[in-house]
């Protein structure tokens, strides 16, 4: 939550700007997430990523209500085009089926990591 606390104190100042930092800054503090994603836009494409619910919160449809309202927001910001990455073999790939997305190119990753 650390990490995600100056994201969203920077998004309640977009979105209420009459509150002052301070107020924001307490209200993230009593702030539990149970839920994130990331959301980039830019050019008409949208990409949706790193979707993310905490287990014990899982089956209760906050994934599915969060990729929702990331292509709400994307589409209010312009975009007519969606993606996202996935892997193949794990078990997100038929949940995004189920939410309309649908298999496109197969990218392959090479990684080279330093010899010892």
């Known amino acids: 939550m650390a990490q995600l606390r100056p994201s969203l104190i920077a998004d309640w100042q977009a979105a209420y700007p009459e509150d002052t930092e301070e107020r924001l800054i307490q209200l993230a503090e009593r702030t539990t997430l149970y839920e994130r994603g990331e959301l980039y836009v830019r050019d008409g494409i949208a990409q949706f990523e790193n979707v993310v619910v905490r287990p014990q919160w899982r089956?209760?449809?906050?994934?599915?209500?969060?990729?929702?309202?990331?292509?709400?927001?994307?589409?209010?910001?312009?975009?007519?085009?969606?993606?996202?990455?996935?892997?193949?073999?794990?078990?997100?790939?038929?949940?995004?089926?189920?939410?309309?997305?649908?298999?496109?190119?197969?990218?392959?990753?090479?990684?080279?990591?330093?010899?010892?």
């Open 59 to 116: 089956g209760r449809g906050l994934g599915r209500r969060l990729v929702v309202e990331a292509l709400h927001r994307s589409a209010q910001a312009g975009a007519d085009i969606w993606f996202l990455i996935a892997e193949a073999t794990d078990w997100p790939l038929g949940w995004y089926e189920r939410l309309g997305y649908r298999a496109g190119s197969v990218v392959h990753v090479y990684q080279r990591t330093p010899s010892k």
